[in-house]
């Protein structure tokens, strides 16, 4: 059977002098990458559900160079199509020598997939309007970031187009089990990446520019893992065990394996398993179902890591899972258990200038948002059983469930944040710069999403902290905010209303928040993708949204090492 590609190729990391490259293909193949002026690697397909996949390791790239590729599929060339109106996919490799070099990367979250996909008219793609930007040059730096960071709701399991709707409607009709307009099994999770996917200029922009991800509620289903009701009530489903299984496989298959680095994909035990036999269906069915099992929900030696960490040049980006191994015990909830937190502040030491911390949830939200949430969460701990429940319910009706909804959390964030910025003979030392002297980190951001309307912020840990630490959502990418939802989120913004809302957490017994934060810009509530940039010490943020035509346009651009200057 002759192989087609069915989605790709999609590049993901770059890491020195080689490059992963994912592919999906309609049958097994031999998938071979020949980059230009050097640079090659192949890979047979593996099988799952009756699907086929690859992730290609290209190795022998040049330094410093960008690099046409071509791929094929056994002896057939599939990549570039002949027939693409598009500039050739380039694989851009970083100098050997790059202290100095500038790192750029763009964020964002919650993409619902093509235009009027669910129905609903929605603002111009801003993935879109980037790609069609960066066709215009692809190799000028100025308009190539190094990296796309997709911070969760990559795609919507539980808010399906209505083609999705059809094709589901013939799976339930046949005796699939499941909620009408919702996916449950492997198969139907496939339709959301090959719809979300094949979108003809982010197809182009994920074949061009290297990408990470990480999920958030919607890749499951909306409010995962809320708290430990939620998920008692979730297991009553009957669908629910093949909705979290297909779940995470496909998460694992389509999102997390580009993650990894051509060193982690060779230690990663589950790829050399699936690799090794004809099917691996049911290998990726029990993994699904093992890393969320009930008895793992307060156990800290998780069997499979989500978080992951890579550097690009002087810049260090730490992702971290908000959402699959939280710790849901009430009154010790924790976004990460203990043993995935010690990963992280292991990696918030080493050698590098700025910290980026991905995190699908915001770390610091409007602060009235953050207030209730930290009084709710307190209530659901109250002695008076039917008052706790009424909490619960508050809790999971408007999705109180961001980091002050998990303090202990927010506050271990907010203290290594502070103890970082400090430098002091307690804190995590850095190396900064080629001459090799110890510091503070240049700059620390958490890069968040989820909240559908974008805004910078900017923490005050105290006087003796000396790093600039900021929160940097950029959210929606390809969705919107309803009509009636913008006053009241530009209302959890002011004064008066954070006041209030801290004199009802105050009341509930919750500790003034260890620090304080101000908006530096937002919030804005349409599209958008936003840019971090670093050059040596220097760090700004830029906010674009999309115009009704469909361009990108500046938001808001904020000097993230000169604010806390002029503030």
Known sequence: MTAHLLIGPVLRRVTGDRATIWVETTSAAQVRVEATGGGAGSAQTFSAYGHHYAIVVVEGLRRGEASEYQMWLDDRQVWPPTDSPYPPSVIVTRPADDAEHPVSMI???????????????????????????????????????????????????????????????????????????????????????????????????????????????????????????WRADMSTQPWWAERIASGLASYWVYQHLGNLSPDELAADPLLAKITSVPDATDLLRDFGLSVDAPEQAENTDRPYQWSFALDIGRTRLVMLDNRCNRVLTPARREMLPAAEWAWFTDQAHGDYDHLVIGSSLPWLMPPAIHHVEAWNEKLTVNPDTRRAAFAEKIRRAVDLEHWAAFSHSFHALTELCRRLGEGGADAPRHRVGVGGAYAPPATISVLSGDVHHSYVARAKLGPAVRTPVHQLTCSPIHNQVPAPMKPLMRLAWSRVAARGMRALAKSAGVPRPPLTWKRLAGPYFGNAVSTLRHHGARAEVEVEGTSKDGHLFTVATVPLTDAVKNA
């Open 107 to 229: 964020f964002g979250s919650c993409r619902e997939a093509t235009p009027h996909a669910t129905g609903r008219k929605l603002p111009p793609d801003a993935l879109d309007a980037y790609a069609r930007r960066l066709m215009t040059d692809p190799q000028d730096p100025q308009l190539r970031p190094d990296l796309v960071v997709l911070l969760g709701d990559q795609v919507y399991a539980d808010k399906t187009s209505a083609k999705v709707r059809r094709f589901l409607r013939r799976r339930r009709a046949a005796g699939q089990d499941g909620p009408a307009d919702e996916v449950v099994s492997f198969d139907e999770y496939t339709k959301l990446y090959l719809e979300s996917w094949r979108d003809p200029e982010v197809r182009w922009l994920l074949a061009t520019v290297p990408s990470v991800m990480i999920f958030d509620d919607h890749e499951i289903i909306d409010d995962w893992n809320t708290s430990a009701s």
